[in-house]
């Protein structure tokens, strides 16, 4: 079995879009008051601005 790679903590489109692109399997987005924390309006914006084109193995984390 081959261990799943997530990125967690993703604070701005260009780390969204590095992990996109790096075939991640799950991206993790911090909700809670944190200093890395972010809306789901703007993880939105990233969707629509860089569609997941990759497996479907891509899934969501909300840490």
Not at 20 to 30: L, Q
Not at 44 to 61: E, V
């Amino acid at each position: 079995m081959q261990p799943l790679l997530k990125f967690c903590g993703i604070r701005c489109y260009e780390d969204y879009k590095k992990a996109v692109e790096s075939g991640v399997d799950y991206i993790g987005f911090i909700f809670a008051p944190s200093k890395r924390k972010v809306t789901i309006s703007q993880v939105n914006q990233w969707k629509s601005k860089k569609k997941i084109i990759t497996s479907s193995k891509n899934g969501w984390c909300f840490c």
